[in-house]
Each structure stands twice: as C-alpha cells, then as structure tokens.
C-alpha cells in the first residue's frame, strides 16, 4: 500500500506563473488536508477536502488559491500568479475517516524567483 | 492565534537519558491531540496521540501525558537515541475538522 504521494517534490516557477501541486491519498483515503510550512515555522492548516467537497478552507488565503479534490484523481493545490512570499514546503496528508491520524506525504518544495 | 505552542524550539540530550518535549494548548475544544515528527526533506510521520479523557498514553519507548487543567501535554522519550533526532511537531484536533500543528521542537540526540 503506497503512502501519500506528492509531485513534483521541487517545483520552481516565476513571479506571475501559475504552480501546480498534486496529491494521491492513500489507497482507501477519502480525506485530504493541505498544509504549509514556511522556512523555520510550525505546519500551518490550508485546507479540508473529501471527495469533490471542500470540507473547511479557513487557513486558505481567499485570493490566488484553490484547492480540489475531484472524484477521480489527485487532488489538486493551485496558487495562480505566484509571488515569493509562497515559497514554502506543502504537505499532503490524508486519512481514511475523519478524526484519526493523518499520513503525510513527502511534500512539494516550491520556490518563486 | 496560536492555538498550539511548543516554547522550546530546540532541545539537546545525551543518548540513554530521558528526553522531554513540551507543549501548550489555548483551545479547550480540543478532544485529541498527537505528536509527530519530522526529519529533513520528508514528511511528517505519526508518533503517538492521546485522547482528550486520558491522562497518559504510552507506546514502547514513547509516553504522552496530558494535563487537561493546565492545557498542557508532553511527550517523553526513554531512552533517547540519536536516531530520534529530529522535529517534533504537537497537534490538537476537534472532532476531526483540522489539525492545528505548534511550531516544532527541534531534539539533538548526543551520542
């Protein structure tokens, strides 16, 4: 049984461009959270997300970002007109049931120039 | 609002003694929290968690105690090895919504 898989683990885009981060629960997951870590900082809460439903986005900024989470495939982190304050390590974690553990994947490092 | 804080950013043990890790809550909704922790350029991994309604959860060389008046709960570590060198990350969870994380604690195991 795979873990939480992330991709691409280093992503570096420009100012202005669009990035894109992918994540593949565990096998049987229905719940997916996304996280953000910036540099010598404590993992902060982003989003909820079950199947084609965002459950809580409270720690989401409201504008540049969106998250999904579509019935099949990955769910999908977008940060549209990137700037370099969004660099940072996002992780991925997904649980089968709300309430218990989470299992987080490897993270993606992004990086604006 | 920090709902979780680890004071501590780092912490320095000597291999075979006791290391302990602390950690403070503001959120008294919280009914389950748990530590993880984290090595370089990987993922967080789950450690151990204890249930809001008890007091002490124990796995192997890893204990969690939790203080629920004092909003205060600590993981303790005997005997420490330098393989446990790593970030430990405290989190509080309500009813499964989100998981609120501390800043982390960074341990150095001293061989």
């Known amino acids: 049984n795979a873990g939480v898989m992330q991709n691409p683990r280093h992503l570096v885009r420009r100012r202005g461009q669009e990035a894109r981060l992918r994540c593949s629960p565990m096998?049987?997951?229905?719940?997916v959270y996304w996280y953000r870590q910036l540099p010598e900082e404590g993992l902060k809460f982003m989003v909820y997300?079950?199947?084609?439903?965002?459950?809580?986005e409270s720690g989401m900024p409201k504008e540049r970002f969106s998250a999904e989470f579509p019935k099949e495939g990955p769910s999908i982190l977008r940060i549209q007109q990137v700037v370099r304050g969004d660099s940072a390590a996002y992780f991925c974690a997904s649980s089968p049931t709300q309430g218990t553990e989470a299992f987080f994947g490897q993270g993606t490092r992004l990086t604006v120039v | 609002d920090q709902q979780v804080k680890q004071n501590s950013p780092s912490l320095s043990v000597q291999e075979g003694r006791i290391s302990i890790l602390n950690c403070d809550y503001t959120?008294?909704?919280?009914?389950?929290f748990l530590w993880y922790k984290k090595y370089p350029a990987e993922g967080p991994t789950f450690l151990i968690s204890i249930s809001s309604i008890k007091d002490k959860n124990e796995d192997g060389r890893f204990t969690v105690f939790l203080n629920k008046s004092a909003k205060h709960l600590s993981l303790h570590i005997v005997p420490s090895q330098p393989g446990d060198s790593a970030v430990y990350f405290c989190a509080g969870n309500t009813g499964g919504f989100k998981t609120i994380f501390g800043a982390g604690t960074r341990l150095f195991v001293k061989a």
């Open positions: 959120n008294s909704m919280f009914d389950y």
């Open positions: 096998k049987g997951h229905s719940h």
């Open positions: 997300l079950q199947k084609e439903n965002i459950i809580d």
